[in-house]
């Protein structure tokens, strides 16, 4: 196999330099945040290594670590709690999905100094969430009315959210015009033309989608977020609702390919492009879309949109410190919420039905196994962690 850097390299091959330095400085920071930032290095070591034939199909979001759940507002302004990420989604099987969660616990635990025994209580109890939830065979979601622990802090803190404070907090008024701030943190300087060609681009949904008819784009900047898809081409849009007489941020995200693709032997259904894969496949597993869901080709490359959310609207391993039971608990639910997502969207486009993962879940030999393997995964990632960090 090659050298993990030459890997990368080849898989980030392209990107733009500045980009080049954000995500290369941004993937030394920890082994968390190493391993967010190479979900291809994932793909290829877990087919090889589990010598993968799925007998059940799932959709999978492909990308399911501890920092890819969180809270958004659907196009009805509540409050979802749920998988937030479907740049890498696939028809595949349960397994890779409950690897890359499982994997990103231990690499967490590993940060956290957890004792051995305390991790393996962990992973146990992750997969009985998971499997009880297939097993029971009913797609719920998180209600905030009867969330708890962790999670009811969680949800006090997002309603308190106020959103034109958040977006004061990122944009300037210029000539009395507000405009969003190129901090070079979240938001980069576009210019003028590039500005233009991305309304132009926008102009076929303003005239189509009654979601967008009433909206006048103020500002657009390029947008700096995550981990994996930094090195994506990435735009943020401000704009003014006539209708409602409120502001709005507008995520415009380039769709790739999935890292998955070259390695998952499934009949993939057919896409008219990657943004309809990401959409179609967040529609499906989701219990509700982000507000504002749709796509648009710039340039001959297809974007992803969606309305724009807070970095803050996530749980991240900072929230926790060294509190490994707290974690733990909130994983349990992760764990849970991924069952729900392959439920829902059991039995479209070439998934199985629910009656199969419900017998998928209940054989305990692949589940043995993916624990074993997750713990070799992440022992591969930290010493690809420590490989990386010797380049300069």
Known sequence: MASVIKRINEYNSGMPAPLHELKWRAMKESPFRFYRGTCHLF???????????????????????????????????????????????ILAGPEPEVTRFLTSVIIAAGQMKVAAIGL?????????????????????????QVAHGEFKKYFEQVNTFDRQAFIAKHTYKQKGALLLKP???????????????????????????????????????????????????RYCVLCYSKKKSKHYLIDIKQAR??????????????????????????????????????????DNSWFTIKELQRVTDKMTLADFGTDFSSLSAVACQMAVLMAY??????????????????????????QRDIIELSGELARKNNKYYKEYLKVE
Not at 120 to 143: P, Q, S, V
Not at 200 to 207: G, N
Not at 352 to 360: E, G, P, Q
């Open 341 to 366: 997502s392959q439920l829902r969207s059991s039995g479209h486009m070439g998934s199985s039905t629910a009656d199969d993962l419900k017998a998928f879940g209940k054989k305990k030999q692949w």
């Open 120 to 144: 393996h209580k962990t992973l146990h109890d992750i997969m009985e969430a998971y499997t009880n939830t297939l097993i029971d065979g009913k797609a719920l979601m998180l209600d905030p």
């Open 183 to 233: 901090d070079e943190i979240h938001f980069m300087q576009l210019d003028d033309s590039r500005k233009a060609k991305i309304y132009e681009s926008l102009k076929p949904i303003l005239d189509n989608d009654p979601r967008f008819e009433h909206l006048i784009f103020q500002d657009a900047a390029f947008r700096i977020a995550g981990t994996g898809s930094l090195g994506l081409e």
């Open 43 to 89: 793909a290829e070591d877990f087919v090889k290594l589990y010598k993968y034939k799925p007998k059940v199909k799932s959709w999978i979001c492909g990308d399911l670590h501890f920092e890819n759940f969180g809270s958004y507002r659907g196009e009805n302004r509540v409050v979802y709690f749920d998988l937030n990420d479907f740049d890498e989604a």
């Open 257 to 298: 390919q999935s890292c998955f693709s070259k390695f998952i032997k499934i009949k993939q259904p057919r896409f008219k492009n990657e943004a309809e894969r990401t959409n179609k496949v967040g529609y499906m597993m989701q219990f509700n879309s982000p507000a504002f869901m749709s796509a648009v080709n710039i």
